[in-house]
């Protein structure tokens, strides 16, 4: 925010556009309201219709109104309005409260309908706070008549301090809950109002009054208040049941004959296998190669190598069968070579898996069945497939 050229003589700080300021009506210059300790309502007083009343020191004493005969300097009344606002800024660093309320003096004398009007807002707000004053006294006056009305309903009924605790609603409720209980004869009784032990009734007075007939069951309680008396229930709790033990049956193991017979034969049970996955060989290896390489290391009873399709035929990948117990001797790193990748195998490879040699030769059938005895009698014909049993 950019400020003003002129400065507050008193503060000699510029002005600036949200500050408040008001202009001496002699000489012109404006001071900040906060360096002459003015309020807003001060403001409005010291400013009639646009034009201010407010005047400095030197001005008042220039102008013939002496603000402070014994405190303010005399000055020549042909001075310039160059020395009148030098004058101004010394004089005013020096005022004194007196002079200050000379000047909202001089300004009520000059702006009497302002001063009327702060005069009614004081009053009106007098009033409002009379206003206040008077029904904060009438409800002091009644919240001290109701607990004078409680305090005389306790000191009427002496009960137990158990029975004070009660309050009113809740014994409403424990009454409703119990009469919803009783039979119709007890409800008319205790509801009915009582009657003089002398008096004879008819049946036409009882159905027409609903008056009950003298007794000793109608009591009537002064106070309005019922008492109500608690009893501690005897409740004994059921002894806990018994812990009861499931005992865990062992599993029966079967047992497996060892005897012969020729007059039971019996069938053999089928014999689980298990897949490996072995890639990254040269595309020139056949299954008979990994076939011949496995039955040189390893005594296996079921051997089947079968050669899988690779992508552009860039390396050749294959997947070798066993049986579940063997399965662990080669899914060994110490079988195979360095380099080549080895992973368990799930499922069995689909027809368009399984890799086919193009040239002629390979038209033979895809698996040749070896003995295990001799692996060296295949002659690798087949490189698509390699079994051994």
Not at 69 to 90: L, R, V
Not at 359 to 364: K, R, V
């Amino acid at each position: 925010m950019v400020a003003c050229r002129d400065a507050c003589p008193i503060c000699d700080k510029p002005f600036y556009g949200k500050q408040k300021f008001i202009r001496c009506g002699v000489c012109e210059v404006r001071s900040h309201c906060a360096c002459l300790q003015l309020g807003e309502a001060e403001q409005a007083t010291l400013t009639a219709e646009g034009e201010s009343i407010y005047k400095y020191n030197a001005c008042a004493n220039s102008s013939g109104i002496d603000m402070d005969p014994t405190n303010s300097p005399g000055s020549p009344s042909n001075e310039g309005a160059n020395e009148g606002a030098t004058s101004c800024a010394s004089s005013n660093q020096e005022a004194s409260p007196l002079i200050f309320v000379s000047n909202q003096l001089e300004a009520i004398r000059h702006n009497g309908q302002c001063i009327v009007q702060l005069i009614e807002s004081l009053v009106d707000m007098v009033t409002n706070l009379a206003k206040e004053v008077a029904h904060s006294k009438n409800d002091n006056f009644l919240l001290k008549e109701e607990i004078r009305n409680l305090h005389s309903h306790v000191e009427a009924s002496p009960r137990s301090p158990r029975e004070q605790r009660i309050l009113p609603v809740e014994t409403s409720r424990k009454e409703t809950a119990s009469n919803q209980h009783m039979p119709s004869a007890a409800l008319s009784t205790q509801a009915s109002p009582a009657v003089p032990a002398g008096t004879t009734l008819s049946y036409r007075d009882i159905a027409v009054a609903g008056v009950s007939p003298p007794g000793p069951t109608a009591l009537p309680d002064p106070d309005g208040f019922k008492s109500v008396r608690y009893r501690n229930g005897n409740t004994t709790s059921t002894p806990a049941a018994s812990a009861v033990v499931n005992k865990v049956k062992l599993r029966r193991q079967p047992r497996i004959g060892i005897s012969s017979s020729q007059s039971l034969p019996v069938v053999k049970k089928a014999e689980r296998s298990k897949a490996l996955s072995v890639s990254w060989f040269s595309p020139k290896v056949t299954a008979d190669d990994v076939h011949k390489s496995l039955k040189e290391q390893l005594t296996l009873k079921q051997l089947v190598c079968t050669k899988l399709k690779t992508k552009f035929n860039s390396y050749s990948s294959f997947h070798i069968s066993v049986l579940e117990d063997e399965f662990s001797l080669i899914n060994s790193t110490g079988v195979w070579p360095s380099g080549c990748l080895i992973a368990p195998y799930y499922g069995k490879p689909t027809a368009d898996q399984i890799f086919t040699a193009s040239t002629p030769e390979a038209a033979a059938p895809a698996a040749a069945v070896k003995p295990a005895a001799n692996p060296a009698d295949n002659n690798g014909a087949n490189g698509g497939s390699s079994t051994s049993t």
